[in-house]
């Protein structure tokens, strides 16, 4: 079983709708779960950090995580074209706090 | 890209020949990390370094070494070049592990071609 595993896409949605993007995990000491974003040849950019259950917002964008059972998911309200991008799940590793776990990401396409 | 910058963006060389890419910060970060990411694979953790001199493997360690002789600056060497490590090599760094809180942020990357 894959440490972080993100659902496969690619995604396409309209532009306007809500984007849903699921991240598993498999440790169940985890306890800071991170979302990037990549352009296409670009850099991942650090978007959402969340450390506690429950939802995070911050503008568009929110992040709810379930210990419980072991997901964080990330919803983009109001999708742009600007956000057809690779969204990566990155999780940390309990047994070595240096590292982080990244999953295979999943591809949005916002259709104008 | 949070003050890092990766030399040189782009290389081409030949299979057998060493290799060394740069990544130098000016966040004053304790940590740095080199990744790789190929098609399939996602981002892999070659080596990282939690401090000036100290360093540490990470899941595709084989065929590469690092150095971190200053805070600002950290060298991914690979030793002699195989058309398998043919991939984008990102340069990240993070200020504190405290909690787990281990937020990276990203350099802009080096593609390098071995041919």
């Known amino acids: 079983q894959k440490e972080v595993e993100q659902n496969s896409g690619p995604l396409s949605v309209p532009e306007g709708a809500i984007a849903s993007l699921n991240c598993t995990y498999s440790?169940?000491?985890?306890?800071?779960f991170f979302w990037y974003r990549q352009y296409s040849g670009k850099s991942p950019e650090l978007i959402m950090s969340?450390?506690?259950?429950g939802d995070k917002e911050d503008g568009r964008f929110t992040a709810q995580l379930n210990k419980a059972s072991q997901y964080v998911s990330l919803l983009i309200r109001d999708s742009q074209p600007s956000d057809s991008a690779t969204y990566l799940c990155a999780v940390n590793i309990p047994s070595n706090d240096y590292k982080l776990s990244f999953g295979a990401g999943t591809t949005v396409t916002v259709r104008a | 890209d949070a003050g890092i910058t990766q030399s040189p963006r782009h290389k081409v060389t030949e299979t057998g020949t060493p290799v060394t890419l740069r990544c130098h910060q000016t966040e004053n970060h304790r940590y740095m990390y080199w990744y790789r990411q190929d098609p399939g694979h996602g981002l892999r953790l070659i080596h990282y370094?939690?401090?000036?001199?100290?360093?540490d493997k990470g899941e595709v360690s084989d065929g590469y070494s690092v150095s971190r002789s200053k805070t600002e600056d950290f060298l991914l060497t690979l030793e002699s070049a195989t058309s398998s490590q043919t991939s984008v090599y990102f340069c990240?760094?993070?200020?504190?592990?405290?909690?787990?809180?281990?937020?990276?942020?990203f350099g802009p990357g080096t593609r390098l071609t071995v041919l």
């Open positions: 440790d169940r000491g985890s306890q800071s």
């Open positions: 990240a760094i993070s200020e504190s592990m405290a909690g787990g809180h281990n937020e990276q942020f």
């Open positions: 969340i450390y506690s259950n």
């Open positions: 370094s939690y401090g000036v001199k100290d360093t």
